[in-house]
Each structure stands twice: as C-alpha cells, then as structure tokens.
Antibody, heavy 119, light 108 residues
Framework: QVQVVESGGGVVQPGRSLRLSCAASGFTFSTYALHWVRQTPGKGLEWVALISSDGTNQYYADSVRGRFTISRDNSKNTLYLQMNSLRTEDMAVYFC????????????WGQGTLVTVSP | EIVMTQSPATLSVSPGERATLSCRASQSVRSDLAWYQQKPGQAPRLLIYGASTRATGIPARFSGSGSGTEFTLTISSLQSEDFAVYYCQQYNNWPPWTFGQGTKVEIK
C-alpha cells in the first residue's frame, strides 16, 4: 500500500536550519510529483512546495520562497525539505503528500512531522 | 491567489442525519476541487476530487457537487467515524494550491 513517512522535525531556534525527509513506499516514486503542506492550529492547511517527478521543476509558496528548498532522490525514494532562516511562523506540522495521477492534488498524505521554532 | 472560504466553521449534527458543507472560491476553479477529511492527530484523507468523484474506498454516503465558485460536500447519514474536520482545496490555478479553513463536524 502507498506509504509516505516524514521525519526530521524537532525544536530549532529562529534563524537556524532544519531538513525534513519523507520516505515513500508502495508506489513507483520516480513517476509522481510530491507536495509539502504544513498545518498550524491558527492557519489550517497551507501548501508549501511541490516538486515534479523528475525533480526539474519546483514551486514554492511566497512565504517560504528563498528560504526553503524542496528536492528528491529518486534512487532512495525520498523527498526532502531544506528549511533555512527559520521563523516562529514556520512552526507547524509538515506533511508530505503524493500528487494524484488524475490531477495536481494530494492523494496520499503522511502523518506529519512537527517543527517547533522557539528561542 | 484563489481564496477558498468554507462555511459553517462548525456544524453540529446528530448521528444518522445529513450534513451539508459549503466551499466557495474567490474565482472560478471549474471542477478542480478536492475535499479532505482529517481526524485529530491524523493525516488528511482524500474524499472527493473533480468536485464530485469519490476517491478509492470512500463510502457512497459522501457526495460532492458544484462547479465554478460554489461547491458542496454532503454526508447523507452521519456515522460516528465521520465526525472530523473537512477541508476543500482548489487545484485549478496554481501555484499556490489553496485550502479552505475547514469545517468541523461535531456530534450534536
């Protein structure tokens, strides 16, 4: 069955960096685009970034562009999110999600990893 | 950026009753709309895409309708496992992909 499992969350100070990973299984990883989506209690679900199946195209939310980098290693079935210059407003649960084969919306989501940004 | 607005914020429904959730887009998204269900501590689960197509394994009591700017998710007879938060998301005009703020369906 399709599975995506996030890891790498934790507590970090403002201005520091963190890298999230998402390990995928149960599908042909290299043929699917992938999203990162985050969730905060106050702001609900917020799309963060998308990467194409071959990694050549990336899209970012304005709130993270220039600070976050999405990447993937198709040989390892793993998605990454490098987060630099973290701010308190980046504190959230981060989900990775597979893009459906029938449209550019997420179909399978991981359980998420919590990022806490605190002095 | 397309803004998605859901109403109501909270819906109190008795088990076995019908629940009707609304989602409005700030401009037309044609039928490029998905609905997700999320329970506490869990990942969102895809229910509906293309405004009205049920995802794999989703019970027939869930139905979606609408196009353009007005959409509805209907749960025909609420079961105990249906009490959750529901989100709509547009995927017509991207980036960004945008979500509504959610409707919480609670037990009356």
């Amino acid at each position: 069955q399709v599975q995506v499992v996030e890891s790498g969350g934790g507590v970090v100070q403002p201005g520091r960096s963190l890298r999230l990973s998402c390990a995928a299984s149960g599908f042909t990883f290299s043929t699917y685009a992938l999203h990162w989506v985050r969730q905060t209690p106050g702001k609900g679900l917020e799309w963060v970034a998308l990467i194409s199946s071959d990694g050549t195209n990336q899209y970012y939310a304005d709130s993270v562009r220039g600070r976050f980098t999405i990447s993937r290693d198709n040989s390892k079935n793993t998605l990454y999110l490098q987060m630099n210059s973290l701010r308190t407003e980046d504190m959230a649960v981060y989900f990775c999600a597979r893009v459906s084969s029938t449209g550019p919306f997420p179909d399978y989501w991981g359980q998420g990893t919590l990022v806490t940004v605190s002095p | 950026e397309i803004v998605m607005t859901q109403s109501p914020a909270t819906l109190s429904v008795s088990p076995g009753e019908r629940a009707t959730l609304s989602c409005r887009a700030s401009q037309s998204v044609r039928s490029d709309l998905a609905w997700y269900q999320q329970k506490p501590g869990q990942a969102p689960r895809l229910l509906i895409y293309g405004a009205s197509t049920r995802a794999t394994g989703i019970p027939a009591r869930f139905s979606g309708s609408g196009s353009g700017t007005e959409f509805t998710l209907t749960i025909s007879s609420l079961q105990s496992e249906d009490f959750a938060v529901y989100y709509c998301q547009q995927y017509n005009n991207w980036p960004p992909w945008t979500f509504g703020q959610g409707t919480k369906v609670e037990i009356k």
